[in-house]
């Protein structure tokens, strides 16, 4: 492994974890992010009784 | 009349459920067993340059766009291509061209399952240790080769079919009841569940490979160079393509960047037309831009993350550099079993890789009927029920005739060129020109902002409009340069390839006219578009509706 190979492989790791942690920091911080997206009359589709 | 023909539309469930649906849908075999691979053979670390610039110039501007266009045509109603492109178009040939997010997940489909049956069968082979090649080291490459040729049929044509029972068409037809069975549940409670379940535990899977991998050592002292480090410098070391080059003279060869621009558009799932469809149940308030960057970084987490640390290292370990590559059929289904042979506990291994693998790929191949169903539902004006019967039949039919010409996996490796990697080409381009020149760039920005979390570089509009149409043509013509003589040559010659191509264009007549059928239902293009920014009005009809279910 030389150096050049150390930098590009932590570089490409950190960039892509960087990237990964910035999202889910996004997605989470906003509240209610697991919750339901709406009622779960909308999700209940009844096209399989047709 | 509403494009959902009086039925209820379907919704995601959460907002986690369909980030993960959508990051199951990109994270497939190609992340663990193509990406490692054409790295390796394309300048090692130096690739990631390519790599990166494709994934900023190209993946994810048409991500976005994909992204957005899906939730503006799901604010006509609309949840299939045609009827969306046809929406956005607003003339009817936009409609037709729409076929292709139908045809190109049908089609790839049809393969798709029969691998991920393989996946699964090799997964319940090593569980039960019923993979075994032998006492002698030297022959476990050959034997591992002649296993997987045995498995998958490839010795002659109709070997799968000829009456007596097989076991991987055992674990196709499994493979294929899970698959339907999930997709009947419909979007909250299959897909999204599997996902939401199944990435999870794709990473658990992928974590506990690469701990034993990066924890190897050096297995062999009589060879002190094969060890873990030498492994990881084989993926990563910056390297000439070919001859003893600088190893900057990399950037200056084209098929490199190809070979890096097709990798990230495969991987994302850009032109699949499932994304698009994906989007389409979201709610105009709903997030695009955050979504799609959370799940192509997802995608790319497995990638680079897992994919590029396991597969090429575990295999120098204990191979050393002659191993092959070209495919990740080799690499996957050929290499990797001498590599669990070799380890401690490598039935234990071989099994957890194998089900990781067929899990990356049921989140997928779930993704791939999606589209396929609600267009059916869309144009015909049918119920679940009917459509999963239908599409259930087509594949079926598919799947049987690739089963069916397993020689040399001909009629796969056919599908795979046309379906699986020419045709996603041109719906790509298609894609990025319906919404940077015919919806606009302005406008796109305008619906991918409202509800957005994230606010969209405004050099975003400059990229999509201009950068990744070239980009994607450059690409897409070198690659037809170099790719397509062959293909069409073997067309020429006939046999498997020309039927198979014919059954290709049989499934894209039988949609087109299906379009035609549904398009006197849509009337997409004389229907008022959604005011962007009404939102208020927009809730008031969402309440009355949830009270009229009441």
């Known amino acids: ?50 | 009349m509403d494009g959902t023909g009086g039925r209820r539309k379907e919704h995601w469930g959460t907002h986690v459920g369909m980030i993960l649906a959508v990051a199951g849908s990109a994270v497939g075999l190609g992340n663990f067993l193509r990406f490692p691979g054409v790295a390796a053979q394309n300048g090692g670390g130096t690739f990631m340059i390519p790599y990166f610039c494709a994934f900023i110039l190209l993946g994810l501007p048409i991500c976005w766009a994909e992204w957005t266009m899906g939730k503006y045509g799901g604010m006509f109603g609309f949840n299939s291509c045609p009827a969306i492109f046809g929406a956005i178009g607003r003339r009817r040939t936009w409609r037709y061209i729409g076929v292709l997010g139908i045809l190109v997940p049908m089609g790839i489909l049809m393969y798709y399952l029969l691998i991920e049956s393989w996946c699964l069968g090799y997964a319940v082979s090593y569980l039960f240790g019923m993979i075994d090649l032998g006492p002698d080291p030297a022959a476990w490459a050959q034997r591992s080769g002649e296993h997987f040729t045995r498995f998958v049929g490839a010795d002659r044509d109709g070997i799968m079919l000829d009456g007596s029972i097989h076991p991987s068409v055992v674990f196709w037809v499994l493979t294929f009841t899970v698959n339907f069975f999930l997709i009947f549940r419909g979007l909250e409670k299959g897909i999204e569940k599997v996902c939401t379940w199944g990435i999870p535990l794709m990473a658990i899977c992928a974590f506990i490979v690469l701990a034993r991998v990066l924890s190897l050592g050096t297995p062999d002292p009589a060879q002190p160079d094969r060890n873990v480090l030498n492994g990881l410098g084989f993926m990563w070391n910056p390297k000439p393509v070919a001859g003893e080059e600088p190893w900057y003279v990399v950037l200056a060869n084209p098929q490199v960047w190809m070979s890096a621009a097709s990798q990230i558009f495969f991987s994302l799932s850009v032109g699949f037309g499932v994304i698009i469809n994906y989007a389409s149940y979201l709610r105009r308030r709903d997030d695009v831009v955050l979504s799609g960057l959370t799940a192509s970084s997802i995608n790319e987490f497995f990638e680079v993350c897992l994919g590029g640390l396991i597969t090429i290292p575990a295999a120098f370990v204990f191979l050393g550099v002659a191993f092959p590559m070209d495919s990740s059929f080799d690499l996957g289904f050929k290499t990797l079993p001498v590599v669990f042979m070799h380890m401690k506990f490598g039935s234990l291994f071989g099994f957890l890789w194998f089900f990781m693998l067929f899990l990356a790929a049921i989140t997928s191949s779930l993704s791939m009927l999606q589209p396929a169903i609600a267009f059916l539902e869309e144009a015909l004006g049918i119920g679940r029920r009917a459509s999963v019967a239908i599409l259930g039949l087509a594949s079926v039919g598919g799947s049987l005739f690739i089963i069916y010409f397993s020689k040399n996996l001909s009629a796969l490796d056919t599908m795979d060129f046309w379906v699986g990697t020419a045709l996603i080409f041109v719906f790509a381009t298609c894609q990025v020109v319906l919404y940077a020149w015919v919806l606009g760039v302005e406008k796109g920005a305008v619906i991918a902002a409202e509800g957005a979390e994230l606010r969209q570089p405004r050099v975003f509009k400059f990229i999509v409009k201009y950068v990744s149409p070239v980009y994607l043509l450059a690409v897409f013509v070198m690659w037809c340069s170099i790719k397509l003589p062959g293909y069409v040559k073997d067309l020429a010659d006939g046999g498997v390839p020309l039927l198979t191509v014919g059954m290709i264009a049989g499934l894209a007549i039988f949609l087109l006219l299906l379009i035609s059928v549904g398009g006197s239902r849509w009337h997409a293009e004389t229907r008022p578009e959604p005011r962007l920014g009404d939102v208020e009005r927009l809730s008031r009809e969402e309440v009355k509706d949830w009270e009229g279910a009441i």
């Open chain 1, 1 to 50: 492994m030389t150096l050049g190979g150390w930098i590009f492989m932590l570089g490409s790791i950190g960039f892509v974890l960087s990237l990964c942690a910035f999202c889910f920091w996004r997605v989470f911080r906003r509240p209610g992010t697991a919750e339901r997206l709406q009622s779960p009359h909308t999700i209940a589709t009844r096209d399989k009784d047709t």
